[in-house]
């Protein structure tokens, strides 16, 4: 399924907020235009690896590598340039900006970003309401602009953290659809999720994610075989 | 819903217009005052209504307080005075030379400060100012506890006799415009948008890719700049640079024409300026009581409309604006 070279590489990365140790050493890859979610009950260390590998956390250890290159030594803005995108929980939303001053705040990082008709295409509802501030959107639209948005910039690599949560079925279907179009496109995504329902709808491979630790990885058309033990897991 | 979403439509370009609307209208209203305002009163609100604009730039849509804008405003009313005085420099070239001094003042104080955020910002721009302060009072050429005085009020462009305070108000009317217009297009462009990003989620803007220090920083300097303007002005019209001009209480004069006025609006700073100046000016026969009456304000301030006052009545035509919708 993933016979691509391997996009993102992380191997033994801990991480410390202040003096509690999260990360023990996560070890995981993601390939080139693959899907891969990280699965984990809450504060198993889902969005602190998101954070780690987008240099947003000052004190880490261990190995980052995209496309070959090591990033544990840069700083946020020169990772994100780089090629990553991250789309955080909170979404990230500017809200002294309207929607348009917000899709076209990230900078460009890499020729081959989408444009913005491109974007409105897959985001419709964005488009109507371009000159709305952005934190005066619904849940569901702030978070296709914080999508949206970072797809301008040319990021290749993108890290999705619980795009889903706290939305209305009908919105997690749409983002579904919009994961797997994305996908199509040639995107390789990262994704953090709790909900694995979701996640086998969208994802290639999960890793499950405990005290800071890859303690497995499940492929996705083996998650039927593994539903008990990944409820066990999960704690659902 | 759709209401709602039509008026919220067309808000950003209306407050655009609006802005600058009212910014044609008070330089209309400006260009008659002279006829029943002293001229120099008028001059005096303008630089510090400047000097709020640039202290604004900064508080407002950076977020950065910074408590040593003194530095700017003083050092450059010093250099202008001094270049036009004992140098025999024209007056816009003086301006000009108060102006970039301030820059470049900005640029080492703002590598130095610009790394550090809330109180210890606000710390670093005080000691910086604090020692320029000394510097001013020990360097032969600002003239110690005088100052320097009768610096003269030559023609401008070698053309216009600006002796004559109402040839030379409209002169400063221009100023004041030109760095209203800077700080305007400032906030409205890309590089605002930017700034306002970093105010509200700087680690998020740096996730996208933003190297925000830089974008800090050009904004420490162009807030240095414009605050070094308005002093320089202010120095020829006064024809006098002094010790006040450099002191900690201007800078936190002017931190409080800001909070009167309303932080982070576009007008906030030139009412507070306003305001400030007219207590300043016609309560004078106080004595010392005007700085009681001053912290007495600026406690009902913070208390009771921590907006100001542009802020809070934007607040309350945005209310009446939503109530009708």
């Known amino acids: 399924m993933h016979n691509g070279s391997v996009e993102l590489a992380v191997k033994g990365l801990n991480a410390w907020y202040g003096e509690s140790h999260i990360l023990h050493g996560m070890d995981f890859e993601v390939h080139k235009g693959e899907v891969v979610t990280l699965l984990g009950r809450n504060g198993a260390g889902k969005t602190t690896t998101m954070k780690a590998v987008m240099g947003m956390i000052p004190s880490r250890k261990g190995s980052v590598q995209f496309e070959g290159e090591e990033l544990i030594q840069l700083p946020s803005n020169r990772i994100a340039k780089k090629g990553i995108a991250f789309c955080p929980e909170e979404r990230g939303i500017f809200s002294s900006l309207n929607v348009y001053e917000n899709l076209t705040l990230p900078p460009p990082v890499k020729p081959g970003g989408m444009s913005l008709d491109e974007i409105y295409e897959i985001f419709p509802n964005l488009k109507e309401r371009l000159k709305s501030q952005g934190t005066k959107l619904s849940g569901g639209e702030q978070q296709m602009l914080a999508i949206g948005r970072i797809l301008r910039t040319g990021a290749t690599m993108l890290l999705l953290d619980e795009p889903t949560e706290g939305l209305a079925p009908v919105i997690v ?22 909900n694995f329902r979701f996640a086998s709808t969208v994802a290639d491979r999960h890793y499950v994610v405990e005290h800071g630790k890859v303690i497995d990885m499940i492929p996705n058309d083996q998650i039927g075989a593994n539903i008990q033990k990944l409820e066990i897991y999960l704690g659902v | 819903m759709n209401n709602a979403a039509i008026t ?20 209309c209203i400006a260009i008659v005052a002279p006829l029943v305002i002293y001229p120099v009163f008028l001059m005096k609100v303008l630089c510090f209504a400047l000097f709020a604009l640039a202290f604004n730039l900064l508080i407002g849509y ?11 405003f003083g050092g450059a009313a010093y250099i202008s005075g001094h270049v036009v005085k004992v140098w025999g420099w024209s007056p816009e070239l003086g301006i000009l030379a108060g ?33 320029v302060f000394f510097f001013c009072v020990q360097a032969p050429f600002t003239g110690g506890e005088d100052g320097i005085q009768a610096i003269p009020r030559r023609p401008i462009l070698g053309l216009f006799d600006l002796s004559n305070d109402y040839a030379f108000y409209y002169v400063v009317l221009a100023i004041f415009t030109f760095g209203f217009l800077v700080i305007w297009r400032t906030i409205h462009s890309p590089f605002g948008q930017v700034l306002k990003a970093i105010r509200e989620n700087e680690p998020r803007a740096i996730s996208l890719g933003y190297r925000v220090e830089q974008y800090k920083l050009l904004a420490f300097v162009l807030s240095a700049a414009l605050a070094g303007m308005a ?7 006064f024809q006098l640079a002094s010790l006040t001009d450099v002191s900690w209480q201007m800078s936190g004069e002017v931190v409080l024409m800001t909070l009167v006025g309303g932080m982070g609006t576009v ?16 309560l004078a026969g106080f004595g010392e009581w005007v700085l009681v009456i001053q912290g007495v304000i600026f406690v009902v301030v913070v208390l009771a409309f921590r907006k100001g006052i542009v802020g809070e009545l934007q607040a309350w035509w945005q209310r009446r604006q939503n109530q009708k919708g």
């Open chain 2, 267 to 282: 007008f906030g700073p030139i009412v507070g300026a306003g305001v400030i100046i007219t207590m300043q000016n016609y």
């Open chain 2, 99 to 131: 102006t970039v001094c301030a820059a470049l003042l900005g640029l080492v104080t703002g590598v130095l400060a610009i790394r550090r955020q809330g109180i210890y910002f606000a710390m670093v721009t005080l000691a910086l100012a604090q020692m």
């Open chain 2, 62 to 72: 950076v977020g950065l307080l910074s408590f040593g804008h003194a530095m700017f």
């Open chain 1, 173 to 194: 279907q749409q983002i579904g659809a919009m994961i797997r179009l994305l996908k199509e496109k040639g995107y390789t995504i990262l994704l953090v999720e709790q």
């Open chain 2, 231 to 237: 002093g320089a002005t202010k120095a020829i019209v």
């Open chain 2, 8 to 27: 919220l439509t067309s808000q950003p370009a209306i407050a655009k217009n609006r802005d600058l609307s009212i910014l044609a209208m008070l330089v």
